[in-house]
């Protein structure tokens, strides 16, 4: 009996973490509210934490199940649909009236359909076909925190943001194939010169992260339309089934 209770109470581990993650989100929401655009560009990162982290559990120990996806999927678009495209408004976009809020609005119904197309793919490979949720997230909230950084005014770079929406939007309903980064293991053995690439990442990561990381997600969103150009008769992976998160 208290195997039977114990094997079922692990499966409430990787929705406890899908749970953090909707709890980010709507921390994200009520801090872009108040104008705490900071504290929620930082919610949102923490949210993408822990949807990697619900995945990987649900795997490991063997809990993965239909609830969890569809679980996770909805607390995706709160996190990292409604919340940066919320982040962005309020954030720069207030000023330019209709085309701001239908920006936010563009991000979040691509951000949804993004998600729903995901789910109802059932092929494999190793691409992901058109710009994953998070990430296009990711791009935003690296955005708030490298002006942060920087001491910029968002103002003047009003139209170029809008632009930028309009761009991630695009990327997310695309076909423009991008690399899935679920299968990177951090256990296999590494060749000296990527090990020392490695560890000037992370002193890089210590000293600036706001900068790295607007330079990452800047990299990974243009990987797709890149890759389009460079190989455009390639044929293009489609996406693994989705059981716990797409970054």
């Known amino acids: 009996m208290q195997r039977r209770n114990f094997k079922r109470s ?3 581990l990787p929705n406890l973490f899908t749970s953090m993650n909707l709890f980010c989100g709507y921390y994200s929401i009520m ?5 705490k655009f900071l504290e929620a560009a930082i919610a949102i990162l923490i949210a993408a934490v822990f949807d990697l ?3 990987k559990i649900a795997r490991a120990t063997h809990t993965t199940s239909k609830f969890g996806m569809e679980y996770d999927s909805l607390a995706d678009l709160i996190s990292f649909g409604l919340a940066p495209a919320l982040l962005i408004f309020l954030w720069a976009l207030q000023t330019t009236g209709r085309y701001g809020w239908s920006a936010a609005l563009l991000f979040t119904v691509c951000g949804a359909l ?3 197309r995901f789910n109802t793919n059932t ?3 190793p691409d992901f076909e058109g710009l994953p949720i998070p990430a296009a997230a990711a791009m935003n909230v690296s955005l708030v925190l490298f002006f942060h950084r920087l001491e910029i005014d968002p103002e003047p770079y009003k139209s170029a ?5 309009w761009i991630l939007s695009f990327c997310m309903v695309s076909s ?4 899935s980064l679920k299968k990177v293991s951090f256990f296999k053995s590494l060749k000296f010169n990527r090990l020392v ?3 000037l990442v992370f002193i890089f990561t210590a000293t600036e992260p706001y900068i790295l990381l607007f330079i990452v997600f800047l990299s990974y969103v243009l990987s797709g339309p890149v890759s389009s150009l460079l190989y455009p008769h390639a044929p293009k992976g489609e996406e693994e089934r989705y059981i716990d998160e797409e970054l």
Do not use: C, H
Not at 31 to 35: G, K, L, T, V, W
Not at 176 to 179: A, H, V
């Open 161 to 165: 943001i809008l632009v930028l929406m």
């Open 123 to 125: 092929s494999s490979g």
């Open 114 to 116: 993004r998600l729903a």
């Open 10 to 12: 692990i499966y409430i």
């Open 176 to 179: 423009f194939p991008y690399k």
């Open 53 to 55: 982290l619900d995945g």
């Open 31 to 35: 801090a872009s509210i108040q104008f």
């Open 197 to 199: 690439g490695l560890i």
